[in-house]
């Protein structure tokens, strides 16, 4: 390890986790600019000169069905992995949320002795609080984005910060709404509607029908009504298929600051639980919350989860501040009347604007902004374990 020059190790595994990386090393870079990094990355990490050691993607994998058939090529990447953390010998290894393999990766470089901070806290304050047993040792200090979630880990005897949620950053509420009628050619009586079925194919197989027959009922009841659906580049095949056969076609929106501008010029959104409530409410759009997995998932997580509330607005006000309609009460008619509700109600579309701005400052840090606050972390982490003598 070089004091001149400090090498940071950072492991993302996925699309999310390369976003926090690329702000964490602009982050630690105004701080320490003759920092280096190395480690696993995607494309955000990679337009700041970051070499990943291996494509990103190999790890980005979700459901036992896409894992299975991989497991021989994850092993082989873990193992890449560890050798490239011990030969190196980083100042500090900072992994990045996708616990499948960074907590494996976590414990399999413990005996090296080296500075160790895992960033996005495992939400098992939700669900599986018995995981927790297998945290400690595992990292010297975790990043957590929700400020409930450090005492809940002091609980425990894991040491923890609040850095503040990354949604601050996203840009939500830049847009600019008059620039998005004029791109789309909205008439001025034109009523942008957002839908926003998610990013998964499972979600907007499940999602979708719903979101169609809702949509007929809203036509009907306000002809100025134009949808507009931000979906995720990767799945726009699928959502563009799914919807040819919609007798009203939303405008679809891939590029991030044209789904900005398309939540400045939106009246109200229909969202799936999930970040996507987050940006919403950051961006100040009316929502109605919803979703819908398969009976039998759902009868289990009904028995394991602990929280309340399935939107994270909600979790965080500790109140239904947005409808949820969830399982068996996602219907077309139940969406409908709720979205009616809102565009109808001025009042209570206010009323959820008000408790979105409590939302949005319970999830700020005490200083700076979410990527700033993380970087401090990391650099008093590293500071803290280069002044405690080897031995």
């Known amino acids: 390890m070089s004091s001149d020059s400090p090498l940071i190790y950072i492991v993302a595994g996925e699309a999310s986790g390369d976003v926090l990386g690329a702000r964490l090393m602009r982050a630690i870079k ?7 990094f190395a480690g696993i990355g995607g494309a955000r990490m990679a337009e700041l000169g970051f070499q990943s050691l291996f494509p990103m993607h190999e790890l980005a994998l979700m459901g036992l069905a896409e894992v299975l058939p991989k497991l021989r090529q994850l092993k082989r990447r873990m193992e890449e992995t560890v050798a490239d953390v011990a ?9 990045i949320d996708s616990p499948g393999f960074t907590l494996r990766l976590l414990k399999r470089i413990a005996p090296l002795g080296l500075a160790r901070a895992h960033y996005v806290a495992p939400q098992v304050w939700a669900w599986r609080e018995k995981r927790v047993r297998k945290y400690p040792g595992l990292w010297d200090k975790l990043l957590c984005l ?4 450090p005492a809940f880990f002091a609980g425990h005897n894991l040491p923890a910060d609040f850095v503040g949620h990354p949604v601050l950053e996203s840009g939500a509420d830049t847009g600019d709404g008059a620039r998005f009628r004029a791109a789309h050619n909205l008439a001025p009586e034109a009523m942008p509607v957002i839908l926003m079925p998610g990013s998964r194919v499972t979600e907007i197989t499940r999602l979708m029908p719903v979101f169609a027959e809702a949509l007929a009922m809203l036509a009907a009841r306000f002809p100025h009504l134009v949808p507009v659906m931000p979906v995720a580049a990767y799945v726009a095949p699928k959502v563009t298929a799914a919807v040819a056969a919609w007798p009203i076609k939303p405008i679809l929106v891939t590029d991030v600051g044209d789904k900005h501008d398309a939540f400045a010029a939106a009246r109200v959104a229909l969202t799936k639980s999930g970040t996507s409530t987050l940006e919403l409410a950051l961006a100040g759009v009316p929502m109605v919350v919803t979703y819908k997995v398969n009976p039998i998932t759902a009868a289990i997580v009904k028995r394991v989860v602990k929280v309340s509330y399935a939107a994270m607005v909600n979790l965080l006000a500790g109140r239904e501040v947005v409808p949820e309609l969830i399982q068996q009460t996602c219907t077309p008619t139940r969406l409908a009347d709720e979205i009616s509700r809102l565009l ?5 579309a206010e009323a959820q604007k008000a408790a979105f701005a409590a939302v949005m400052q ?5 200083h700076g902004l979410p990527s700033e606050a993380a970087a401090d972390a990391v650099l008093a982490l590293m500071a803290e374990r280069q002044a405690i003598p080897p031995g």
């Open 87 to 95: 030969s190196r010998r980083p100042d500090v290894v900072v992994t």
């Open 30 to 36: 105004t701080r320490m600019p003759h920092a280096r």
């Open 362 to 366: 319970s999830l700020t840090p005490p």
């Open 146 to 149: 929700l400020p409930f979630e």
């Open 344 to 348: 109808n109600d001025t009042g209570a």
